[in-house]
């Protein structure tokens, strides 16, 4: 079939809005008509040539949600008409790490799925006859997609799909930072370094959690109101003093969890110095450059300090993007602040100076309308 989609030509040039064909699902795959995709930054980041693991041409685009068309022989778990949020972080439940609470890191599908291909090595994307690549296993810049069935979550079809898209990446990766890498417990003091879409998520997944005191540090009063929005209780405008404000407000010792959601090495070092002496554990869910790296003193470590770090939150994505989903129909999870803009598909590039500009957390694109 013929689909609009949004391609990466040439890094660091527009995406190109054209028709590109794209083939019927395989075995264990699905069709999805995509209603609505988020704008997030490893979209911007991999458009602008700065990754050094990106290819082109792609369709870009990995914060979908949208309406099962068809499915694949011998697919089970999905049906023609159910609501589904796009998981670049799939899910096939059998690998030693699905099988594992430990990790949500699946193992089934990555090397394929980092060239852009699709599990067997080829591609449904294709132009002319030449094959376009599938972004991070999703290309959800485009009206309709084809992914395999573990790499998508089936959620309730009473969720919007403008809303349920954000659960696709951002949101869920700062809620899960809190809720399932850190599992903040009640009454706990936590710090969130960051006020963009994850780190918004890790202070919602710190109120989730029955934390009692929620610091919020960022550079901008508007994302910081937004954390107030969220359940902080605290807020602080960053600066080279961050520390020492934090264990001025803390009674020297720092808090329970600290979490990091800006991607800046030294805003991480500021993160794992803010946790406390004995317990205090420092969640890392910002993505650093390639080749950066992290300076901790080593003393910290041994008198307690733990860091560690967390890829989509945590989240196994079939199993938890649903119940995530529903907690925010239950009224948990305050989602329509963080959705700034509804776009069309041929506005994506619009998208991505929003995104640029700060204008906003997220813009929604509406590739079919
Ligand atoms: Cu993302
Ligand atoms: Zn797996």
């Known amino acids: 079939m013929k689909v609009r989609a949004a391609v990466l030509e040439e890094f660091g040039a527009p995406l190109a809005v054209q028709e590109l064909d794209l083939a019927e699902p395989a075995p264990g795959e699905v069709l999805v008509r995509l209603e609505a995709t988020g704008v997030c930054h490893t979209d911007t980041y991999t458009a602008s040539g700065a990754d050094p693991s990106g290819y082109a041409p792609t369709v870009l685009g990995h914060e979908g949600a949208g309406v099962v068309e068809r499915v694949g022989e011998g697919v089970r778990s999905l049906a023609v008409g159910d609501h589904v949020v796009t998981l670049f972080s799939p899910q096939c439940r059998e690998c030693i790490h699905c099988m594992s609470p430990r990790t949500n890191l699946c193992l089934a599908i990555r090397a394929e799925q980092n060239r852009g291909h699709l599990p067997d090595g080829t591609t449904r994307l294709s132009r002319d006859g030449e094959p376009v690549r599938h972004f991070m296993g999703c290309s959800a810049f485009a009206e309709y997609t084809v992914m395999p069935e573990i790499a ?12 349920a898209c954000i659960f696709a990446c951002g949101l869920s990766t700062g809620l899960g930072a809190a809720m399932y890498t850190a599992n903040v417990e009640p009454g706990s003091t936590c710090v969130v370094f960051g006020a963009g879409l994850v780190g918004l998520g890790a202070v919602a997944g ?31 405008v960053g600066g080279p003093d961050t520390v020492e404000r934090i264990l001025e407000m803390t009674d020297g010792f720092g808090a329970d969890f600290t979490f990091e959601a800006t991607g800046l090495v030294a805003v991480m070092r500021q993160a794992v110095e803010a946790a406390r002496m004995g317990w205090g554990l420092c969640t890392v869910a ?84």
């Not at 470590?301 to 995530?324: E, H, M």
């Not at 959705?339 to 694109?365: K, M, P, T, Y």
Request: hydrophobic share 40%.
């Open 152 to 163: 998508l979550a089936k959620v309730s079809p009473e969720a919007p799909l403008d809303r």
């Open 206 to 236: 710190c109120r989730v959690q029955g934390a009692e005191r929620i610091v919020c540090v960022d550079l901008s009063e508007d994302r910081l109101e937004l954390a107030r929005g969220q359940g902080a209780t605290e807020v602080m």
């Open 286 to 369: 910002g993505v650093a450059g390639q080749g950066e790296t992290l300076d901790i003193v080593p003393r910290l470590l041994i008198t307690g300090w733990r860091v560690c770090g967390s890829s989509f939150g945590g989240v196994k994505g079939r199993d938890q993007v649903p119940k995530l989903v529903e907690r925010y129909m239950a009224g948990d999870i305050d989602v329509d602040p963080l959705i700034s803009h509804h776009l069309s598909l041929d506005d994506v590039n619009h998208g991505f100076e929003l995104l640029e500009a700060q204008d906003g957390i997220r813009s929604i694109l509406h590739p079919t309308g």
